[in-house]
Each structure stands twice: as C-alpha cells, then as structure tokens.
C-alpha cells in the first residue's frame, strides 16, 4: 500500500472526519443519522474495509495504521498519539479509527425475504432503543448467534454512531437493517411475510420463552424495548407472542443486551 500521509497539523482539513469526535460524529447541521460511520481498532476495520461500506479514510498512530492491509485505494494519514488525541478530542487506546460513507436502510420486503425466501430467518426489532452502546452490544451477540437482520422504530439510536460501532467491535457493519416508519403498523408486514412476532417482556402473564419451537416457528422477529420502561403497549398488543426469559424469584429483568443474547440463543 503507499505509504501514510504524515499529520502535522492538527487542523489538517485532511483528517476533518475525526476531528472532535466527543461532540458526536457527524458536522454541525448534518441530518440525524447522517454524516460518516467511524470505526476505531484495527479488528473493526479490518471488518469495516471487508464490508460494502466504502472507505473515506483512516487515521492512526504508525503502528496501527502498519498493522492494516490496506487497498491502494483508501488514504491513509497517521500521527504521532498527542496529535491524533488532540484532533479527535479524546486518548484513543486503540490505535486507529476509520470513516466511511453510510449506506441507506435496506428495503424492507427484500431484507424479510432474504435471499432465500424459503429459508428460516431471525430478525431483531428494536423499539426505542436510545442507548448507543446497548444497540451496538446487540448487534454483536445478532451477529454471532444467528440473527439475520436489524429491524429500527424512528425512535431508534443512530445504529452507526461510533458508540455503537465500537461496542459492535464493528460487527453491526455486517447486519443489514431497516426502518420501521409505520410503528407499530409496519410489525404486520412481519406477519405477511411468514414472521412469527414475539415481545420480549418480564410480565407473569407471558409465555416461557423456552417454550417457543424454533421448528414450528422457522421465521421468527424477537422485539426488544429501551432499558427500564420495555416495550410499550401498543407494541406488545401488536405482536403474535409475548414471551419471558425464566428467571430466579426476586429477580425482575436483565439488562436489554443480556435479554436479546439469551432470546437470540434461545430462539436460534
């Protein structure tokens, strides 16, 4: 690859995508869910530069940046660590970050078909989800445990804000996802295509989530609500089975991430 271009300055235009990351990622005036995806770590962009997203540019301290097979292609800028710290406003531990352009959700009837419309599916639906860190971690476990797609309310937390992407460890770059703009009308299209709806909920009147056949249910949509007030009832009232995890006696609930593991498992 050619050899990295060396940052001196600080306000290098160059290396604008990175510059003071702690105020969020994306320039003042750009739309919500708008502005480049950033990736930090080589193991999450090594998965970023094996995704469809396309590379604007990386940045790093020379180690790292070295440490990257990287096409001809993608530009690449290094510094020494003050000067990376002072642009993107923080120390970064790991090394190296990368920008890339976003890609637009993917169209709804073809991400629930899939590219065999025979074939069993899993898809995660996640209502209001406003924790940036708790969405990247679920789409860490969807990724390993067989889910096949994100499904977003407006409501949702940027799925690409840096938060989220790194507590993926960039693995929600591998998910296609789409938006629920109806909500909660769009669950039943859900329901058309094949999909088995189930509400994740700690109530006593929901049925044991070991219960649900994965044979009898191959298509199968498990929802997830924010931390703390769950799903709400329209979205409960909209889907096919509501369903709790088993639990201990005095313990109420998990965490939402630790929830959508066990679910994702359980439901594979």
Not at 83 to 112: H, K, Q, Y
Request: proline share 10%; hydrophobic share 45%; glycine share 8%.
């Amino acid at each position: 690859m050619p050899a990295p271009v060396v940052i001196t300055d600080p306000d290098d235009p160059r290396v604008a995508d990175f510059r003071d990351l702690t105020a969020g990622d994306r320039p003042e005036g750009t739309p919500r869910w708008g502005g480049p995806v950033i990736v930090e770590g080589v193991p999450a962009v090594e998965r970023l530069l094996a995704s469809p997203y396309r590379v604007r540019a990386v940045f790093g301290v020379p180690g790292r940046v070295a440490a990257l097979d990287l096409p001809d292609d993608v530009v690449a800028y290094e510094a020494d660590k003050w000067l990376v710290s002072e642009v993107i406003g923080f120390r970064l531990t790991r090394g190296v970050l990368a920008s890339a352009d976003r890609r637009p959700p993917a169209d709804l009837d073809a991400l629930l078909a899939g590219p065999d419309p025979a074939a069993p599916r899993r898809l995660a639906v996640l209502e209001a989800l406003n924790d940036a860190e708790n969405l990247g971690s679920i789409a860490r476990s969807a990724l390993a445990l067989g889910i096949d797609g994100l499904l977003l309310d407006p409501r949702c937390a940027d799925p690409f804000y840096r938060r989220s992407v790194r507590v993926s460890m960039g693995h929600i770059l591998a998910l296609p996802f789409a938006v629920l703009s109806d909500w909660p009308g769009d669950l039943g299209r859900l329901h058309d295509a094949g999909y088995t709806t189930v509400a994740l909920t700690p109530a006593a009147d929901a049925v044991d989530l070991t219960s649900i056949d994965a044979a009898v249910h191959p298509r199968t949509a498990v929802l997830l609500g924010a931390e703390g007030p769950g799903l709400t009832p329209e979205a409960q009232a909209a889907v096919r089975v509501r369903a709790r995890i088993p639990m201990r006696p005095g313990v109420d609930s998990l965490g939402v991430a630790a929830a959508a593991a066990i679910a994702f498992a359980t439901l594979r």
